[in-house]
């Protein structure tokens, strides 16, 4: 017979045994020698991770930004909703990860998760927030309001417009619920003010749906995480639009991204927007997207603002302006892309098995054509499509690329096709052109 004791030794041992160890590296933050490089910092994240024992090793840190270190308390709540238990390990310097994730107040991080209306309780200085509704929404605001009190009128009205143009995307599109709904994974929201360099710097993160997903109810098939994030900057576009009652008021004008990103360009100042393998890079030189290897399964959104003295800008002019090249683009016969595009989806009309090969050429004559000669961009979706023979795709889409050229990769897209079906289609495409 054992005992107790020795019942609990060994559970430990086991325990031990199991638990999954992540160490912290000695430089933690998005950039290495002043570039951005979110790859190598996303790569740390394994989301993976169920009913398992895990060690998040603080001690090896010694360079972190709080921004990137405010993620760990999103992903630790993630690993919680999956069942792990998480342990931070800290040391005792008052340099490095260890002691700025004593001054965020991340300590408390499983309590502010299990307990709504709870915040973090950390440096005043080093705000850290949970936001999962609208009283927490007064609360960062309210709290950035008492951090920019000495900047200059036009940057608080800046940065307040901008931090809640983003808190309000997190919290209408992103928000995260796991274990059938029962439990709510928080957005976060760090900021810090770097006083040396007089940059603001801010973050706002969520686990939710993701841009592209989001966006996909009002347009559907959209190739990438990063075209998504581009089609979200631009005015007047709305993942709410597809799934709003005509009859009901419409809560959404698309407008937010656009307005911010614009700010951000026209101030010292840049932003970072990261959805899934996503990243877009707004600055006052240029807008630049990149495909991530390694993904944030939600979205996630870096700002950092330089301060000027005495800024020369007046934050409603611009914004004026910026509402007013939004509508002439409108009025300006609207040659918006969206609308110039057919979507087909290969499932909804062939079934899992694409594979009838006279379908596919009534198919063909029947609708490809005649969108190609309205001078539209299709885009065929192969979402649910277990497999196609050559034949079919072949009947499909060779005679119609033949007819474009070289403009077939531009005019006709192909999404979310299985690796087979993609290489029979490049194998076309090569063919044909
Ligand atoms: N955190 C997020 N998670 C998922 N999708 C998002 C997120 N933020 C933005 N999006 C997507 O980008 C779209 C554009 O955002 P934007 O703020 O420009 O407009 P909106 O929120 O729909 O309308 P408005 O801001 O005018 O109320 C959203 O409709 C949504 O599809
Ligand atoms: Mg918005």
Request: a positive charge.
């Amino acid at each position: 017979m054992m005992h107790n004791e020795q019942l609990i030794e060994l559970k430990k041992i086991l325990e031990n045994q199991r638990t999954k160890t992540f160490v912290l590296p000695p430089r933690f933050s998005f950039k290495e020698h002043d570039v951005y490089d979110f790859n190598r910092l996303l790569g740390f994240f394994d989301w993976d991770i169920h009913d398992t024992p895990v060690t998040i090793d603080l001690t090896q840190c010694h360079t972190a930004n709080y921004q990137a270190l405010s993620l760990l308390t999103i992903y630790a709540w993630r690993l919680k909703a999956q069942g792990c238990k998480v342990t931070f390990l800290e040391n005792e310097k008052t340099t490095g990860a260890s002691s700025m994730w004593r001054s965020m107040g991340a300590r408390g991080a499983f309590s502010v998760l299990f307990n709504k209306g709870q915040q973090f309780k950390g440096h005043m200085f080093k705000p850290l927030f949970a936001v999962r509704e609208i009283n927490d929404f007064k609360t960062v605001i309210e709290s950035a309001k008492t951090y920019t009190k000495g900047f200059n009128v036009e940057y608080e009205g800046t940065l307040r417009y901008v931090l809640s143009e983003l808190l309000y995307n997190t919290m209408e599109h992103g928000p995260c619920y796991m274990r059938n709904g029962f439990m709510q994974i928080p957005s976060l929201v760090q900021f810090t003010w770097y006083q040396q360099r007089n940059e603001i710097q801010f973050i706002i993160a969520d686990l939710g749906v993701g841009i592209k997903k989001h966006i996909e109810q009002a347009f559907p098939g959209q190739e990438s995480d990063e075209e998504a994030i581009m089609l979200a900057l631009r005015s007047k576009v709305s993942g709410t639009f597809g799934k709003n009652d005509p009859y009901r008021n419409k809560n959404n004008a698309g407008m937010g991204l656009y307005i911010s990103s614009n700010i951000i360009r026209r101030l010292n100042a840049d932003m970072h927007i990261i959805s899934n393998n996503g990243l877009v890079h707004i600055s006052p030189r240029d807008m630049t997207q990149r495909k991530l290897t390694n993904p944030w399964p939600g979205t996630l959104v870096l700002v950092s603002l330089r301060l000027e003295k005495n800024p020369s800008f007046l934050l409603h002019k611009i914004m004026q302006e910026f509402r007013d090249a939004a509508d002439k683009e409108q009025k300006q016969g609207d040659t918006r892309e969206e609308e110039a595009r057919s979507l087909f989806g290969i499932n909804n009309f062939f079934g899992n098995y694409a594979e009838d090969k006279e379908a596919a050429i009534k198919f063909r004559d029947k609708r490809i054509f005649p969108a190609l000669d309205e001078g539209k961009t299709i885009v065929i979706d192969f979402d649910g499509v277990k497999s196609s023979p050559h034949s079919f795709l072949s009947a499909l889409l060779a005679s119609p690329i033949k007819g474009l050229g070289m403009n077939a990769f531009k005019r006709i897209k192909f999404v979310n096709a299985t690796p087979e079906i993609r290489g029979t289609i490049d194998f076309i495409l090569d063919d044909n052109t």
